[in-house]
Every structure is written in structure tokens, then in C-alpha cells.
Nanobody
Framework: QVQLVESGGGLVQAGGSLRLSCTASGGIYTYSMAWFRQVPGRERELVALIGWSGIYSYYADSAKGRFTIFRDNGKRTLSLRMNSLEPSDTAVYYC??????????????????WGQGTQVTVSS
């Protein structure tokens, strides 16, 4: 079992950047990992995912060209670099992990381990 803790959220103006981090309590070498986000009243949605080696990654259309997901298995961390932020990016961002290969179509139910979430607010 792995425990995940996110950090790095905050308030930023539109056009700005943030870097989210997720630190795992145990080894994450065999886990696919992802960032999801959720706004009140809406379903949790995938932002980006990455395979265990870091070679494979996938981005939701809303994140392509602006966000970068990367991981450091030795440091047990997952990160999300977010550039050109827009007010529509405002949400609680969650780090998630699952065993097995990363699948772009996987929804939140495919992920067994979750962090507590970190708030990102983008002002216009």
C-alpha cells in the first residue's frame, strides 16, 4: 500500500505557472500514476497520467501543450508542471496511483490510491 501527499497548490493569476508535487510513502516503481482534478458538482477528471518508467505519458486535451507530468521513482515523487494557467483550471488536484499499465481511458475507479488533494485557484 502507498500513501500519497500533494503539495504546491495555491492562488495564481491567469497566465501564470504552478508546480504540483506528490510524495509517496513507499516505493512507486511498479505503479502507474496520474493527476486528476475536480470542481464542485462535477466528476473527477483525468489531467495527465504516466507509466512506471516515465516513458509513456498521456494528457487530457485541456492539458496538452500547457502541462507536463513527470516522476522521480528514486525520490518517490510525481510532479505536474502547469503553465499558461486559465481560470478554467481552478480545481482541487489529486495525485493517484494504480498497479499495472497506464491506460488513457481509465477513470478514477481504476486508481486504488489517492492523495488528499491540493487546491489550485486561477484568478482572471
Amino acid at each position: 500500500q502507498v500513501q500519497l501527499v500533494e503539495s504546491g497548490g495555491g492562488l495564481v493569476q491567469a497566465g501564470g505557472s504552478l508546480r504540483l508535487s506528490c510524495t509517496a510513502s513507499g516505493g512507486i516503481y511498479t505503479y502507474s500514476m496520474a493527476w486528476f482534478r475536480q470542481v464542485p458538482g462535477r466528476e473527477r477528471e483525468l489531467v495527465a497520467l504516466i507509466g512506471w518508467s516515465g516513458i509513456y505519458s498521456y494528457y487530457a486535451d485541456s492539458a496538452k501543450g500547457r502541462f507536463t507530468i513527470f516522476r522521480d521513482n528514486g525520490k518517490r515523487t510525481l510532479s505536474l508542471r502547469m503553465n499558461s494557467l486559465e481560470p478554467s483550471d481552478t480545481a482541487v488536484y489529486y495525485c493517484a496511483a494504480k498497479s499495472g499499465v497506464p491506460i488513457a481511458g481509465d477513470g478514477p475507479d481504476a486508481y486504488a490510491y489517492w492523495g488528499q488533494g491540493t487546491q489550485v485557484t486561477v484568478s482572471s
